[in-house]
């Protein structure tokens, strides 16, 4: 596990608890909004990860963490990491939301650098997501973040300007 506590150049992260499930759920309001074109997925709310973790069938609660992002002080976002999933040498990201004022700020890609580099200090080998796309935009973030490896891909057979694909990336340490 990584230190409950990790500061980047402009960002602290800290494990959440319970105190911070009041501004936890504003933000995770904000992104069930923002994720509202995928019905399709469900996020799940910081107070179940907290309660007893989100995890995928046959994967234990104690490997599943959600970091607060701070800047300044005040929480701008969270991301959630499962440890060794799908595979020991594996951490999986299945949420990842910085709040609309603080986007396009560069906030994310200091935030995944960071936890990238800290991930292979602990003999991690692999980085994954999976993830909701509506623009090229958004590939491009998780490119540039240099998550490069596509796992899969999910697209509806028929393609509208209200589609979206689904996408799992990897990022090899």
């Given at each position: 596990m990584l230190n409950t506590t990790i500061s980047t150049e402009h960002l602290q992260l800290s494990l959440a608890t319970s105190e911070d499930l009041m501004v936890l759920k504003k933000i995770y309001a904000e992104a069930t909004l923002c994720y509202s074109f995928d019905s399709g997925y469900e996020i799940t709310s910081p107070e179940v990860i907290l309660r007893k973790g989100a995890l995928p069938s046959n994967h234990i609660?104690?490997?599943?963490?959600?970091?607060?992002?701070?800047?300044?002080?005040h929480m701008i976002g969270y991301i959630e990491v499962y440890l060794g999933f799908?595979?020991?040498?594996n951490i999986y990201i299945p949420f990842f939301y910085i709040t609309d004022t603080y986007k396009n700020k560069a906030y994310g890609e200091d935030v995944l650098a960071y936890l990238i580099e800290a991930f292979g200090k602990q003999n991690y080998k692999t980085v994954s997501v999976y993830t909701a796309l509506k623009t090229w935009k958004d590939l491009a973030f998780w490119q540039s973040c240099g998550f490069d490896t596509i796992l899969s891909v999910e697209i509806d057979s028929i393609t509208t300007e209200h589609n979206y694909v689904h996408v799992e990336l990897q990022y090899i340490i």
């Open positions: 609660a104690n490997s599943s963490y959600i970091y607060c992002i701070y800047l300044k002080g799908p595979t020991s040498d």
